[in-house]
């Protein structure tokens, strides 16, 4: 096996990861806002939640890494001696981050505010390089890996998004711990999870997508 194969693997290593272990996620957190299941039950379901959800946190890192460096090597992707760098600098800090999450029980402050720094970071780094690619710079050379940044800045936007909108969850399945169940909070803790979910299946749908993308490499235009 070459090295260049390695790093394929380990790309679609990533990805199953990242989705398999999100799905798991998923379905825990929709058993743990039954109502008909017990405050303590409900609570510990929501606990495996928070410790599998470590797992598509740092496929994600590897899934952009391994990517980031396909494209580097095969001429996909063009860009200056400075911002490769400057762009693994970037991944070495996301994967030392998720690390310190993986380690924690709980993640720590900076830890959550690195994530969110990073993600804006990688947001505006997808959007620069599709508007400058648009503009007549060769920065992506191939359709079908614009398609996938594209892909990718809507996944950031959704991650972003779904970072904030599950905050009030958070909020609901605290109280329900401290005073039990009522139909009012009730109510409140599976709007707030609907919400997260639509965007939750959002992001599913664009990673399925951009896996496409990278398997069949279709040329767009």
Do not use: N
Request: charged letters at 10%.
């Amino acid at each position: 096996m070459t090295f260049m194969s390695l790093v394929i693997f380990v790309h679609v290593l990533a990805f199953v990861f990242w989705l398999g272990a999100d799905v798991g996620v998923y379905i825990l957190g929709k058993h743990a806002q039954r109502s008909t299941y017990g405050v303590e039950t409900r609570m510990s379901m929501l606990s495996v939640a928070m410790i599998i959800d470590k797992f598509p946190r740092v496929s994600m890192v590897v899934a952009v890494a391994t990517g980031y460096y396909l494209s580097l090597q095969q001429g996909w992707l063009v860009l200056p001696l400075w911002l490769r760098f400057a762009i693994w600098g970037l991944i070495t800090v996301w994967f030392i981050a998720m690390m310190a999450r993986v380690r924690a029980e709980q993640a720590p402050h900076w830890v959550e505010r690195a994530e969110t720094v990073i993600h804006y970071v990688w947001l505006a780094l997808f959007v620069a390089a599709i508007a400058a690619t648009v503009s007549g710079a060769p920065v992506v050379l191939s359709s079908w890996l614009f398609a996938k940044l594209g892909l990718l800045a809507v996944i950031f936007v959704m991650v972003l998004w779904l970072e904030k909108a599950f905050l009030p969850a958070v909020g609901g399945f605290m109280e329900l711990a401290e005073k039990g169940s009522s139909p009012e909070l009730e109510s409140r803790i599976s709007s707030a999870m609907d919400t997260t979910y639509r965007s939750v299946i959002g992001i599913y749908a664009c990673t399925l997508l951009a896996a496409l993308f990278g398997v069949a490499k279709p040329i767009l235009w």
